[in-house]
């Protein structure tokens, strides 16, 4: 993969979803009960996201999102675009956010998975038509469909699982590949399954379902390698983790050394964001299994809740991670983005931008610019 000085990810970057405002979510409620057309939810969308573009420009950020602003889950959504996958309600797979009420939906394999259509080529087209910086576009893992999928409806459709993994691939590379055309040039690919597996009930509920944790980690590995394989050079690639992002919520804790040598040695990306804004995810120690020459985005705000990290706190994390990836190959943003699904982290509009504005503030101080 090429390398540039201002190759993303920046030294101040974040992750991609932002709190929906409550225009925004009035529409899309309304045009769920049929009040309002799909053109007239589309405008609101568009205004909102233009807004959000401002704001993430105004704050000083190099790479800036649509938010997720047209999406219900950051997942999901996505992946129902291709043909073969649909969601039940009611079910999941069988680990749960602590004390959430709703739980997300399962995704079901019910058909041969194909992209007969771009799943959200419009969503970055849009993007970039509204911003100076480098917009860069946010889609789940493939190994998101198989770990948080319907084992049972799975086996039915592909009783040879690599037919699976080359059908679903094969439709990330051809979104990828129209991305790319589009001018994307930062992709982010976000996966909670390699800093899950770091939770011994996790690995408890994969056993459960006859799978291998370890070969697991190793499977989606390649599966990812596999989805960005015709990635062209100048396009930054980079792997979003974390430990489940809810409505502030979580669904697992752990260090990421039970799956560190083989996510990061294996995984074929210019760089890792990775949650550690509290002692869930464990130390820095892991890191040293991050090949030379990557960068690493430390997640060290919390897009959860409120309070402000202190910027003396943050520079000596910093400075402490450095002790095993070198300060030129590190990043800071938060550790996860502050609405992963339309419901929302439990802070204000107020608390995010404050929260992104610190981030830029903090990478200035450490790295110069």
Known sequence: MAQAAQRPPFRADHVGSLLRPPELKEARDRAKRGEITPEALRQVEDKCIRDAVALQEAVGLQSVTDGEFRRDWWHIDFLRGFDGVQTIQGATFGVHFKDADEQPPLMKVQGRIRRTRPSMLDHFKFLKSVTRRTPKFCMPSPAMLHARGDREALRKTYPDLSEFWADLTRAYREEIRDLYQA????????????????????????????????????????????????????????????????????????????????????????????????????????????????????????????????????????????KFVPLENLCLSPQCGFSSTHHGNALSHDDQWRKLERVVKVARTVWGH
Not at 263 to 283: H, K, M, P, Q, S
Request: proline share 4%.
């Open 183 to 322: 001018g994307c040039r930062y992709l982010q690919i976000d996966d909670t399954t390699i800093a899950m597996m770091g939770d011994p009930k996790v690995q408890e509920q994969f056993r459960k379902l006859g799978d291998e944790p370890k070969k697991d980690t190793e499977m989606y590995a390649e599966a990812v390698n596999a989805a960005i394989r015709d990635a062209p050079d100048d396009m930054a690639v980079c792997v979003h983790t974390c430990r489940g992002n809810f409505m502030s919520t979580w669904l697992a804790s752990g260090s990421y050394d039970f799956v560190a040598e083989t996510a990061f040695t294996r995984l074929d990306v210019d760089g890792f964001f990775l949650e550690y804004d509290t002692d869930r995810a464990g130390g820095f120690e892991p890191l040293r299994y991050v090949p030379k020459g990557r960068k690493v985005v430390l997640g060290l705000i919390s897009s959860k809740f409120p309070a402000l990290e202190k910027k003396d706190d943050l520079k000596r994390r910093i400075e402490a991670a450095a």
